[in-house]
Nanobody, 127 residues
Framework: QVQLVESGGGLVQAGGSLRVSCTAS????????MGWFRQAPGKERMFVAG????????HYAISVKGRFSISRDNAKNTVYLQMNSLIPEDTAVYYC????????????????????WGQGTQVTVSP
């Protein structure tokens, strides 16, 4: 049974930092490209960041570039999203996702390219 379990969400003031994690089980984690998406109330789920299987290439949405950083530890089956300089507009449920496909190409922001999803973790940024 495949599981992606996010953790580390919470409430933080604007300008603060938070790190969310996603631990996978039931898959060969190192074979999957990983992504983070977020969904704010009443809005579509949007791509935030993506990372290749080896962790050597990253992709970011323009809105978070320079503030967020995605990384992975294949020995721990875990992907991280370090979020700095948080703003209220970052408030959302954050989801991790796993994609068993070639990392090449410009598909990262297409949620339908991902095979497995976590349940999400709430991040709230207060003004």
């Amino acid at each position: 049974q495949v599981q992606l379990v996010e953790s580390g969400g919470g409430l933080v003031q604007a300008g603060g930092s938070l790190r969310v994690s996603c631990t996978a089980s039931g898959i060969t984690f190192s074979s999957y490209a990983m992504g983070w998406f977020r969904q704010a109330p009443g809005k579509e789920r949007m791509f935030v960041a993506g990372l290749t299987r080896s962790g050597d290439n990253t992709h970011y949405a323009i809105s978070v570039k320079g503030r967020f950083s995605i990384s992975r530890d294949n020995a721990k089956n875990t992907v991280y999203l370090q979020m700095n300089s948080l703003i209220p507009e970052d408030t959302a449920v954050y989801y991790c996702a796993a994609a068993l496909r070639s990392s090449s190409g410009s598909w990262w922001d297409d949620m339908y390219e991902y095979d497995y999803w976590g349940q999400g973790t709430q991040v709230t940024v207060s003004p």
